[in-house]
Structures are given as C-alpha cells and as structure tokens.
C-alpha cells in the first residue's frame, strides 16, 4: 500500500466508519463486553440474538418524514437509496453514531417506525420494510434489565456483581433516555464509543444493537445496525429505466391522494416478429441490476434489501401524547429582617 492509498484508507475510515478511540475506554469496555456473550436474561433469553434468513428477527421497518413533495416523489422511485442507510455527507449525529458515521437505525413494525421520527402534523412519512439478507449479530439490550447476575461477571475483570448489576441497568437507561431537543452531543458520547467498540474493537464484534422504543409502547423496539451492516442491496431496476411517482390525482371531488410508483423500462422486442420468439420473462424481472452509487463501492457485503412492495405514506393528521400531569403549589411567605447586634 502506498503512502497515499494509506492516507486515503485512513481519512476514508475516520469520516464513515469510526472517530478515534480512547484506549483507556477500550480496555473498560473489553472488561465487560468480552464475555457478555456468555450471559442469558432470567428466563434462559440470550442478550446476543442472530438476525436475519430463518430466525424470528427476519425484516426490520425505518421510516422518514417528508415536507416536500419533490423529494417523497424521489423516495418513492427509489426506496433503496432514499429510505436506506443516508450518504456519508448527510448521516447526522444519533444515539449511536457520531456525525458522518453511517448507521441504520429501524423499528420492528410500521408504527414504531412512524412514532420514532416524531413527525411534526401536516407532514408525510414513507415507512418501508428491509428484509435482512445475512445473519447479523445483534446485542438485545431490552434484556439487560433481567441479567442473572453470576459469578461469571467477575471473571470477566469486573470488581463483583454488584458492579456489574449497576453497569448493567446504567447501560440499559443511557440508551432507553428520550432525545431532547437542548441535548447537545456530547450527551451521547459514552454510546456513540459503546456502539463502536461493539462494531470494531470487541473481541467477537456486534453488527448492532436492539433497545427499547421511549415513543411507543406495548411490543416495540428500535433497532440500529452499525456501518458494517448498513449496507443496502440496490434495487433491480433494468439498464435505461426510466421511474417517475405520483402522489395524487385531481377528481370531481377535488383533489386524491393516490401514491403510484411507473417504471418505464426498455422495450425486450427486437427487430424479430413477436409471433416468432420464444417465450421470455418481462425486462423488469431478467434485465441487469444498474451499477451500485459510487457510495456504496466498499468492501461492505450487503446485509439488508428493500421490499418495494411495503412502501406505505402516512399522512400526520395528529399528535396525541401520554403525559403524567403534577399539580402546582404556590405560597407565600412574609420575610424576616435580620437582627444587628
């Protein structure tokens, strides 16, 4: 490797895939979360879960809000790249990622996608479902909570379970606590090194992690894959396609919303009768997939694919919140003067 393909690799990993790390915080980290592997909930529940092809953990949803007409249109001709993991240049800072550090985070049903990107009213969410094409490894932190405390914390360079039990439950609240709009950065610093130490520095690394949902309730988690697993397969969309959407239609009644995605491909008949050929499957389905982004020309495989058939746009008619509500005491109290002496 030269000294400028070096430099270019170097540069290219601080800016997508990691900031640099403290060693002193992987030496921490390692204590522990080298063998949380080896750790199960109360109820026999491993805190590392498989995802992926023929496991309970199949497809995930991610949802993004939209204002513009012009660029849910763009969403909607290609989810793959407008719903997916965003461009290096455009990946904000979240829960588990520094600025510019490519992540996928997701849900693990429609609605839990919608309520997570907290839509302002009048606006328009485009909720796609990703299938999850490899196994992926992921740490269920909804399960930390129960971790049977053992003996076997203390082997892993832990002072004792009590140590551990409070690492545990301080872990688990960092990463369930409601993002607030006056939150600077540096309020998810410890989970921004936590998720990359799990993605690149653990000795058995984790492609993401599962934490509960703070925006919806019942059965509903949120899940982030690091850069390793943010990878989405581009769609199959023939050579010299050409895609347009539409959001609606005018009607007697005025106008109706109608969402329609039109791929206008090549034409498969040549300059032999059709009557003449033999039989062939439509372009849409045997023509070549077009070239991957020019982002997406790195060494990572591909870990989810969009179905476009799950697209759905919701329209935000309202918010309704749970809250709980506290009295307010007022009094008065008469002042009393200091006594010289």
Known sequence: MTLG???RSLANLLKAEARLFSPKAAENLASFFDCIGELEAREGHPLI???GPRTDFPTLYRARVFQSDDKLKAALTRPDIHLGSPPVPSAAAGRMNARGI???YGANNQK??????RPPVGSRIAVAQFEIIRTLRLLDVTALGDVRITEGLA???LAGRMEGAVFLKLLRSRLTRPAIPDDDGSEYLATEAMAHFLATEASAPIDGIIFPSVQAVGDAFNIVLFYGAARVEPMNVPEGAEISASTGRWAEDGWVDDYEVLEKVPSTQGD???????PTCPAVTTAKAAPAAPRDANWRDYSLRIMPESVRVHRVRSAEFATDKFAVKRRRQEKHGSIDI
């Not at 839990?112 to 990107?117: D, F, N, Q, R, S």
């Not at 032999?272 to 033999?278: C, G, K, L, P, S």
């Open 155 to 157: 082997d892993c360079g």
């Open 49 to 51: 879960l498989d995802a």
């Open 5 to 7: 393909t070096g430099w």
């Open 102 to 104: 490519l992540a996928f």
């Open 272 to 278: 032999v009768d059709n009557n003449e050929q033999e």
């Open 112 to 117: 839990v996608a919608v309520a997570e990107v």
